[in-house]
């Protein structure tokens, strides 16, 4: 009996002898369709397959498309005032919560990292906010096939390695620039631009690695699954 | 070639100080094709208003028939025209990156890997200098200049948007796409599988689900 789930790629997935259904790994969990709608589902199957048919292409359009409309949306002056500024106003006044640790001189005020004993300070401007190398990597990890939950823990560690490595690249300049101005311009405009998405595309390496593994561990062995014995039974 | 992700990221630090610092060094080199790209369009007329494109040590320098407007506290001569100058360094160190990335996978291939990720990022640069130089002639030069090339409000929003996303996303992605699709097959090894394959055999099954989804005709 095949069973067809979604209306993309209409799939029967795998039967078992009992005839419950298994779910590969790298299929999306989708809502059974109703009885009946096999027409309709085969229509939009064929769409799905014509406009899937070529898988990098696939990938790369998804990748750039949802990067355009994250990098537009937050170019807006709604995305402007309820997200990019109260998160780099938010990161500020971590860093300053961070640094005054072991620096009690250091204050935040707005997007301003400011050092109070000698009037040095940095603002965290477009591009060292971390926004843009998030929404590099939700791209990626959105476009990417695999399960909605591979894609949310994917998203929680990527989040949380980017946005902590941006953490130290914040608090780096902060003395860098104290200390010296061209090394700060250098560090500021190229190296710390190119080591951020250096981590988002280790990041996504080990995202993949990992959902690989666990799409190779939950394959079945290529007898079919059958379990024979390792020693010959006796008859 | 280093074995684990680990050794990887160690050789990606150790070569950034020397590829960045041989970059620089080499950057008027480097951008020679984008000169001859953004002469012959302003040869070509595309935009109207830009006469000629100048390479400068460490970038270009548009040149326009635009007057500037007037500005409080500034007095022009009467035949001065508008010259916008962009420091293309910002918008091409993908290249270095690039190569850092190649030199650390340190691949059989790797001389003619940079040539061809040199080649292949060209593009986008050209791209993001042409977007910066518009941005600061058309956006930056004051509603006076804004009004003599009379562009349409979409295309400046255009600019703006191509500006942010050339000067914020676009020099290192592209480098790590060109980098990535050049050494796919050392990534397979840190992944375990070929990541293109991976996206193949998505694809695969979904044509396969299609094909067994699909009701075959019935005969007459």
């Not at chain 1, 961070?98 to 301003?112: E, T």
Request: with cysteine; net charge positive; aromatic share 14%.
């Amino acid at each position: 009996m095949h069973r067809f789930y979604g209306c993309c790629a209409a799939a029967p997935l795998r039967e078992s002898k009992d005839d419950s259904l298994t779910f590969h790994p790298h299929e999306r969990r989708r809502f059974p369709a109703k009885a009946g709608s096999g027409t309709i589902h085969a229509y939009y199957a064929q769409c799905a397959a014509v406009f899937c048919g070529f898988s990098m292409v696939r990938f790369l359009i998804l990748f750039l498309v949802i990067q355009a409309v994250l990098f537009g949306a937050q170019l807006t002056p709604w995305g402007q005032e309820y997200f990019v500024i109260p998160w780099t106003n938010g990161l500020a006044h971590f860093c300053a919560q961070l640094v005054a640790l072991v620096d009690p001189s250091a204050i935040a005020n707005g997007k301003i990292l400011r050092s109070a004993a000698n009037g040095f300070a940095v603002s965290i401007e477009a591009g060292c906010n971390g926004i843009e190398a998030t929404m590099v990597l939700l791209a990626a990890i959105l476009a990417f096939p695999s399960t909605w939950k591979q894609k949310a823990w994917g998203l929680a560690l990527g989040f949380v390695a980017v946005q902590g490595l941006n953490v130290v690249r914040i608090i780096s300049l902060f003395y860098l620039g104290q200390w010296n101005m061209t090394a700060f311009e250098w560090a500021h405009l190229y190296i710390w631009q190119a080591l951020i998405m250096l981590d988002v595309l280790i990041v996504w390496l080990i995202w993949v690695r990992r959902i690989n593994r666990s799409a190779r561990n939950a394959q079945p062995p290529e007898d079919g699954g059958s379990m024979t014995p390792s020693t010959p039974v006796a008859a | 070639m280093p074995s684990t992700i680990g050794r990887f990221f160690l050789r990606i630090l150790a070569w950034v100080p020397p590829v960045f610092l041989a970059w620089y060094v080499l950057v008027p080199l480097l951008h020679w094709p984008i000169r001859w790209f953004l002469s012959g369009m302003a040869l070509l007329g595309v935009p109207e208003f830009v006469t000629s494109v100048q390479q400068t040590l460490h970038g270009f320098e548009f040149l326009t028939n635009l007057a500037p407007g007037a500005t409080p506290g500034q007095v022009f001569r009467a035949d001065a025209t508008v010259s916008s100058e962009v420091d293309a360094r910002l918008y091409s160190y993908g290249t270095a990156l690039m190569a850092s990335l190649t030199l650390a996978a340190w691949h059989p291939q790797r001389w003619r890997n940079l040539w061809y990720g040199w080649l292949a990022l060209l593009p986008f640069q050209m791209l993001a200098v042409f977007a910066v130089g518009m941005k600061q002639i058309l956006l930056n030069s004051g509603p006076a200049v804004r009004e003599q090339a009379a562009w349409a409000q979409w295309q400046l929003e255009t600019i703006a948007y191509l500006y942010q996303f050339s000067t914020l996303i676009m020099p290192p992605v592209t480098a790590l796409a060109v980098w990535f699709v050049l050494h796919r097959k050392f990534v397979e090894k840190f992944v375990g599988a070929d990541v293109i394959g991976m996206l193949r055999a998505a694809d695969a099954e979904r044509k396969a689900a299609h094909a067994a989804a699909t009701p075959k005709p019935k005969r007459p």
